[in-house]
């Protein structure tokens, strides 16, 4: 069973319909017995990275979370939350990833949020499996994890960022495979079959 965790941000709608297209089995909960039990965890996320730390320290989660030892998958803010510090409400996260979250410099030719399709290079995880380099998915953020020994996948926009981390059994996507049409389901389907 694949637990999608609740923790008061947006995005819960489209990552359920995206795993019900799937036929996948699924719980959408805060409890952390459920989260521990469950076989591989969602962290989604649609927000500010300063109140999901908020509600994940709130909830009683942030230990829960680090101490998964199933696949875990965080999405937008749910990745961010995963590194180290988010600039976002100059924010300690939860430091699975060894990187921090920068805020994008925009620019007469860099608009900020960065909202829309982007091509995604280096790929490097079973994630990724049967995804061509190149392949465009879906980004909506104004804030951007960088590179470091983790990074899975690179998008250039402004410069290279960490499109996808990955450390041990966690991953995360800053795009929104959800919403990213055929590409996004093959790499929900991968996620699913970790």
Not at 41 to 60: H, K
Request: hydrophobic share 40%; glycine share 10%.
């Amino acid at each position: 069973m694949t637990t999608i965790v609740d923790y008061r941000m947006g995005n819960l709608r489209s990552v359920k319909n995206a795993l019900s297209r799937l036929g996948a089995e699924f719980t959408v909960t805060s409890d952390p017995e459920l989260i521990l039990a469950a076989d591989r965890v969602i962290l989604p996320g649609v927000g500010n990275a300063a109140e999901a730390m908020d509600n994940i320290r709130s909830e009683g989660l942030a230990e829960v979370i680090r101490s998964l030892r199933r696949p875990v998958l965080g999405i937008c803010i749910g990745m961010q939350i995963l590194c180290r510090h988010s600039e976002e409400g100059d924010t300690d996260c939860l430091g699975v990833f060894d990187t921090d979250v920068r805020r994008f410099e925009a620019s007469a030719d860099l608009k900020v949020p960065h909202m829309g399709w982007n091509g995604i290079g280096n790929l490097d995880s079973k994630l990724f499996k049967g995804v061509n380099g190149g392949s465009f998915v879906y980004f909506v953020h104004s804030y951007r994890p960088e590179l470091c020994c983790d990074t899975v996948a690179t998008c250039n926009y402004g410069g290279l960022f960490s499109a996808a981390l990955k450390y041990e059994n966690f991953y995360g996507t800053q795009f929104h495979p959800e919403k990213s049409g055929d590409t996004g389901e093959a790499i929900l389907r991968n996620f699913l079959s970790l």
